[in-house]
């Protein structure tokens, strides 16, 4: 089983920047990785997803065009780069891998998350 774990989350204020990771150890990255959000109160929310080679993107509508999702498969690694934040961004950011394609928005679809990391955003 790979163990997934979550860094970069913290206080930013809204129009900033972060970059969430997420490390892959025990084995290889799964063939899709995948970033999920939940804010307080909420359901998880798909943030965005990513294939073995990068070519095959997908992004939530309230983040598409201000994320970036990004991934090193030779370090085991996954990114999140988000911009220009929003207070509604607020939320525990997750890591997930699905262990074969095709990519997809679908929490259920995914068999190995990690703990998560809290991102807030506030003035």
């Known amino acids: 089983q790979v163990q997934l774990v979550e860094s970069g989350g913290g206080l930013v204020q809204p129009g900033g920047s972060l970059r969430l990771s997420c490390a892959a150890s025990?084995?290889?990255?799964?063939?899709?990785m995948g970033w999920f959000r939940r804010a307080p109160g909420e359901e998880r929310e798909f943030v965005s997803a990513?294939?073995?080679?990068?070519?095959?993107?997908y992004y939530g509508h309230s983040v598409n065009g201000r994320f970036t999702i990004s991934r090193d498969n030779a370090k085991n690694m996954v990114f999140l780069q988000m911009n220009s934040l929003k207070p509604e961004g607020t939320a525990v950011y997750y890591c997930a891998g699905r262990s074969e394609p095709p990519v997809s928005r679908n929490e259920n679809a995914y068999d190995n998350w990690g703990q998560g990391t809290q991102v807030t955003v506030s003035s």
């Open positions: 025990g084995r290889t990255l799964s063939y899709v």
């Open positions: 990513i294939d073995w080679s990068g070519s095959d993107i």
